[in-house]
Structures are given as C-alpha cells and as structure tokens.
C-alpha cells in the first residue's frame, strides 16, 4: 500500500514540474520502467502519454530518479529512527511531508548515529537536566543551578556549563525548523565574495575581474559562478559567503533567529547566557554547515544551467543543415605540418588523401594548389571544407586563389568548426574505421564528412569534446554525459537513420539500439548485403522484438521492397497506413507526397481501439513527406576579404559569421579571425531579451558589427542590433554608464556594493576567458 501511495505522490509531484496531467505521467513512467527508450515513447506512444514530447519525458524521467532516491531516503530514515525506539506520530508525518533531500536530512540529523560528541559525553555525565532546566527556568542564574549537578565526573561549575552549552548548542543546531529558515534567509540575504589570494596575482591574471568581486549569492549567473569556483579550486580566489555583513549591531541577525526559536529575551539572568549559546552556536556549528550548504547549492546551480547550455548547444550543432551527398574535399589547415587533405565521394567514403606544404619552411603554394586542383577535378569535388584552427584563414586564401583559375561550376568553399576533430582522430573508432590511415589525416576526414551530415559524423565524438559549452570540465561528469547522450539519442532518432549506410556509431544511438547491436547490424550487413526491408532486422544476432519494436520506426530504407519503410511509420501501424492508401485508390508510391489527396482524408475514419487519433494523423503527415528531414536547409557565412586577424578589426565594420556557441549572457560568433566575437545579450535585438537563446542557436549565419575590440586580451565585442544610433555601432567606453542611474559601473556588482563589475564587462571578460 505503501509503495503505491509513494506512486501517486511522484506522479502528482512530477506532473505539476512537467505541465501534464498525473495520468499522463502514470502511463509514461509504466512504458519507460518496461525498457522504452524516449524517443520511442514521444513518437510512437501518443495515446498513452497523451503526446507528451521528449523534453517532457527528459525531465519526467530525470525528476523521477531524484524522487525514487528521496523515497527510498525516507524509508531508511524512517527505519532507522524506528530501530531506535524515537519515532512518534509526529515525527513520521514531519518525514512524510519532507519534499527535498535537504528537508529530510535536517529532519534526520537529531537521530543520525555519529560519533561521539561532546553533547553526548555531557548527557552520560547526567548534564541533560541541567540544559533543560536553564531552558525552562531563566530567573535563576545558570551557575546556581549548576551546583546541583556536581560530580566526581563533573568537579566545577565551569564544567557544568559547558556541558550543557554542549548540549544546548547541538539541540539548537540540529532544530529542523530553525535550520531551515536560517537557510532561506541566508540565501536570500547572501553575498558572494570573491579575493585574489595575496601573491597570486600574476599567476592567476586570467580571474583578475574577480580579484576583488561581490554580488547577491541568489543572482550568480552559472559562467561566473564556475569561474569562481575554478579560481578557488586552482588557489588563485578566497570565496566567502557573507550575511549582513553590514550589520554593526552586537547580535547580528542570524543569531536573533535562534534566539526567537527559543525565546530567549535579554532581560533574565538564564537569558543572557543562552544569548551567548546562541551566537556561540551561530559561530561554531550552524555558520560553516550553512556556508557549505550555500555553496554546494550554487555549484549545483551553475553546473545545471551550464549543462543545459551545453545540451542546447549541442542540439543545435547536431541538428545543423546537412550539405548533402555531395563528393567533399576536407582541409586540416596546419602551418609548419603542413595542410592535410582528405576527399570523400557523396556517400562519405573516402577516396583520396595527401598533405601539402604551401606555408613556411616549404612555402609550396603552387605545388599545393595544383596538387588541390587536381583532386578536385579527378573526384568531382563539389564541397571544400576547410577547418576553422590555427591556419584557417591562410588556407582559406589558398583554395580561393585556386578555385579563380578554375572553370565553372567551381566547388563551394566552406569554413568548419573542427572541435573535436583531432579527440576523433585518435579514438578508437577512427582506428577502427581506418586503421592504416595516419591520426593526422583522419581529421581532415571528420572536416568533410561533418560538412556533408554533421550528425552522422558528431557522433562519433565524445559530446563533451564538440566545444559547444561552458566549463565542462568542472561540472558533474555523469550528469553533463547523462544530458548530452540523451540530446545526442533525441537528435538521432528525430532525424532518422538510413540503415544501410549508417556507421555504427551512427546506429548506437538508434532507440532500442546500443554499440553491440549496432555493431550486429554491421557486421550483417557486410556478410548478407543491404537490408531490403525492416524485418530483416529479426535476422541480426540478439536482435529481439522488443529491440526491433524500439528501433524499426527510426530506421529508414529508402528503396527497399516496402515503400513505407522509408518512412517513419512504426511496422506496427502498417496496416493503418494499407487502410489509409487503400482509402484513396492509390498505390502506396504514387500517394507518397500526395498533400492534396492525403489532406482531403478524415482521419478520425482510421481511428481503432489500438491506434488513436495521433498516432493516424503522424501517418497521413508521413505520406506527405515520407523520411523528411526537420534540420533546415544548407547555407554557410562568407567571411570578408582581408578581415583575417583580430589587428583587422575596426569598430563600426559590418561583417557574416556564424554562431559557435550560446550563453545566457550573449552568442559567439565565428567572423574568420581566429578568436570569436561576443554578441552580448543585450546587443542582439533591439528590444529586452533575458537569454541570447530567444534569438540565436548554434550554427545560425548572422550579420554582425564590431563594437569593440581588446587586442592584448584578444577580446571582440559584436552587436546584432539595427539602430546603430542606439549604441550598436559604438564602442562601449568606461564611463558609458555615469549618466544611467542604478546602473553598475565597471568595478561595481551593485550601485550601493563596491567590489563587483557591470553585466556587460563581466560577461564579456569572463565568457571570453574561456575561449
């Protein structure tokens, strides 16, 4: 009974998180406690769920394993309180009502077996009465009621009060309540305050806007809080949590509080001394437990908000326009090393590699470009992507200086985020794949297979290595690796996959898949050839229907002998679909991409006890666009000529490039000079924006112009806005803000806090750090 009161509350708890009915939230975790992937459950299980989407179920199943942890803390709890004889009516209901693991360990610390405390060796030497009775009766002196409880284990007075400022203290400390609204006070009072450690100011430049830092503990913005953190963790920052610092007064709030819980006046002589346990209490116990509570809270914070930039980054990235099947040649610019050059044909499959040396020592350029020209025309190159490293600009120009003495239709050149390339390079799939190939041209194949189908080739990559987030590597590992693979499964699944063309890699991350069928489903295909149909799927090794039915709607075969399985109608519902051609005279084909005839249906006609009505309206939309692909359609930025290097900026240019990378706090553009430009938040529109992801997502091709640029700190501040005349087209000076009232100034984190930095200088200088 238990157990199915405990369901209830964690679907009527998840369901008011997720926006949904506790019905809907039942269903769904039924179908992902039997093994069903999200993927399958947002598309194929509609009716049930009744259409919750992948974002939804992401967070339902998420939400889902911190309650089931929560339950399964109160259950211990609660049976360890019980073994101890101490649990009341009261107590248990307290317990039951706790909703956070925080709640139920404040609730839990009283009775938590520890280690020896002083308290305890207090009470053994039977000083608790004396604790209660200082409590109780505050007319009489503390001393004078401790003659009284003199022994030959307690020889004085002294003694006796501090073994009941002992006792006291760990009651007070260990009040549930109090430490709760000790809690929420802190954190809405708060102030974090960052220092440079004495000495390490050189050392430790990169922090230098937080040498000297405070502001409001509730308003830390994840990239600042991270960047604190990893002062602190690389001994360059102090951080201090401070609560009304300000406050002169003897008893400073926080101690007034325990003072209230207790009500303790000033006015006895009993009093007075539990003043002193109070602040002693604040000071000694309750002070440092909340600061590390805060602290582990604002980590906790940050890296959930930067691990959600980097999911939707990478989504982004990942559901990035394909250029196509197209023959593609693939530069991994190097200088000294040389450019090395990689060509695939339109499936991907590489067909030539070489490297050139057209930079010093060698200084061939010539022999490059006639090396690159002849490639291109023997391989039919329509696609050159070029690497955006070190070198990028440089080879650039050389394939631009080519491709003019080349005749129509001369190939597109187009610059390429190479994150990740070279951790490809050296993985084991890459040896796998290619295994007398040397590392160094291996990336210049991942360069131009990511251009032809960037999802079919990220994939590959270990998400966390893409370069699409903030601090990842000082956030929670299994958690960021948790939220990438589900957006990389999302994305994967959304899409859909060619079965007979597809990697391993590529299959892994197929619903009801993983590495080890995929890599059946390869080898089968290399023994027995392609797939003619979906049900050849049950031919693979340990390919069972449970797995088929999780994978077979997001596995295409464009030319099979069942036209459908083109498409992303589930097998399961095929004869639906029958029903649905056979409705319009048609053969399956000839109605595939029908719109008019499927659009003249009713598709509550089709609807039976199995398949409802969302189920036959994704079918109908499915003949009208068999297999269509929801990433947009394929465009790149031109980079201005002559625009190569930071040097050659200028404020006021209007300049093309492409969005690398989202923050909260602003975009990243990629505009050709090596060093990406930051779009501050508030320079994207010309209207209130509170988060740049509104407007721009990763890969997006923008016009941009420079507002500002730091060459010694290799810093470039853009602006999207179109009333130039509002400030886009201006450099932003020191002493912009003088005339704004409340406005921060640069040193600033409040009008009235000194010791901060203003929103834009602080966003520009950290996020830019990191680059």
Not at 83 to 112: N, R, W
Not at 254 to 259: F, G, K, L, P, Q
Not at 440 to 446: M, Q, T
Not at 560 to 581: C, Q, R, T
Request: charged share 30%; glycine share 8%; net charge neutral.
């Amino acid at each position: 009974m238990t157990g199915t009161r405990d369901s209830g509350r964690i679907a009527s708890i998840i369901a008011s998180d997720i926006n949904a009915r506790p019905q809907q939230v039942v269903a769904a975790i039924a179908l992902l406690d039997e093994g069903a992937t999200v993927p399958f459950v947002a598309r194929y299980r509609k009716e049930a769920t009744g259409g919750l989407d992948d974002t939804q179920l992401r967070l339902l199943a998420e939400r889902l394993a911190y309650l089931r942890e929560l339950e399964a803390r109160r259950q211990t709890i609660l049976s360890s309180i019980r073994e101890q004889g101490k649990l009341t009516d009261e107590l248990e209901a307290k317990i039951a009502a706790a909703v956070t693991k925080t709640e139920l360990e404040d609730i839990y610390l009283p009775y938590k077996p520890k280690r020896r405390t002083k308290a305890e060796i207090a009470r053994e030497r039977g000083l608790g009465p004396l604790a209660e009775a200082i409590l109780a009766d505050r007319k009489v002196a503390p001393a004078d009621l401790a003659k009284a409880y003199l022994t030959d284990e307690v020889l004085d007075i002294k003694a006796a009060l501090e073994g009941a400022r002992d006792i006291l203290a760990e009651q007070f400390a260990e009040n549930a309540d109090l430490v709760g609204r000790l809690r929420a006070y802190m954190k809405e009072r708060a102030f974090l305050r960052a220092r440079v450690i004495e000495g390490k100011q050189d050392a430790g430049a990169k922090f230098s806007d937080y040498f000297d830092h405070v502001e409001k503990w509730s308003g830390v913005p994840s990239h600042r809080a991270l960047a604190m953190l990893r002062g602190r963790n690389e001994d360059v920052l102090s951080l201090d949590i401070e609560v009304d610092a300000d406050d002169t007064s003897p008893v400073k709030p926080v101690e007034r509080m325990i003072a209230q819980a207790y009500a303790i006046g000033n006015a006895l002589p009993g009093d007075r001394w539990l003043m002193e346990i109070a602040s002693w209490t604040w000071r000694v116990k309750l002070s440092l437990h909340l600061y590390l509570d805060l602290m582990g809270d604002l980590r906790g914070r940050a890296e959930e908000e930067a691990i959600q930039v980097f999911a939707r980054n990478l989504k982004d990235l990942l559901l990035a326009a394909p250029a196509g099947s197209r023959a593609t040649m693939g530069l991994d610019p190097g200088i000294r090393t040389g450019v090395k050059v990689a060509v695939v044909d339109g499936t991907g499959k590489l067909v030539a590699t070489t490297t050139v040396y057209p930079f010093p020592p060698k200084n061939d350029v010539r022999g490059a470009q006639a090396e690159l020209a002849g490639l291109v025309r023997k391989h039919g190159v329509e696609l050159i992507a070029i690497g955006n490293g070190t070198g990028s600009r440089e080879t650039e120009k050389l394939v631009a200086e080519m491709l003019s003495a080349l005749p129509a239709p001369k190939p597109l050149k187009v610059i390429v985020s190479e994150a990740g390339a070279s951790v490809y390079s050296a993985s084991e799939a890459a040896a796998a794949e290619f295994p007398d190939l040397d590392v160094s041209l291996r990336g210049a194949v991942s360069i131009a297979r990511r251009l032809q189908d960037p999802l079919a080739e990220l994939v590959k990559i270990e998400p966390k290595s893409i370069g699409v987030g903030q601090y990842q590597h000082d956030v929670d590992q299994y958690r960021l690796a948790r939220s990438l693979d589900g957006v990389v499964e999302d994305a994967v699944n959304a899409v859909g996959v060619d079965l007979n063309t597809a990697s391993a890699s590529l299959l892994a991350r197929v619903s009801g898949l993983g590495a080890s069928l995929a890599e059946g489903i390869v080898a089968h295909r290399d023994a027995s050839g392609p797939f003619s149909n979906r049900k050849e799927l049950l031919k693979v090794s340990r390919l069972g229907p449970r797995a088929f039915e999780q994978c077979a709607g997001f596995l295409r075969i464009p030319k099979g002998s069942e036209p459908l399985d083109a498409s992303a109608v589930h097998p399961e519902a095929y004869g639906v679909a029958k029903k649905i051609v056979a409705a319009c005279g048609r053969d399956v084909r000839a109605l595939m991409g029908d719109n008019a005839a499927l659009r003249a249906i009713d598709p509550r006609v089709f609807v039976d006890e199995r398949f409802g009505l969302p189920t036959v309206r994704d079918i109908i939309a499915e003949l009208e666009k068999p297999g269509r692909d929801p990433r947009p359609e394929f465009r790149t930025a031109t980079f201005a000529e002559g625009i190569d290097n930071i040097k050659d900026l200028k404020p006021g240019m209007l300049l093309e490039g492409t969005v690398t990378n989202v923050a909260a706090f602003g975009a990243f553009v990629d505009i050709g000079v090596h060093q990406d430009g930051l779009v501050h938040v508030s320079q994207l529109v010309d209207r209130f924006v509170k988060d740049a992801h509104e407007v721009v997502k990763a890969g997006d091709v923008v016009k941009v112009r420079v507002i500002e640029v730091d060459i010694p700190r290799k810093r470039i501040a853009l602006s999207m806005r179109r009333d130039a005349g509002a400030g886009a087209a201006k450099p932003m000076r020191r002493d912009d803000s003088r005339d704004k009232p409340n406005t921060p100034r640069p040193g600033q984190g409040r009008p009235d806090k000194p010791g901060g930095q203003g929103a834009f200088g602080a966003a520009l200088a950290e996020a830019l750090k990191k680059r």
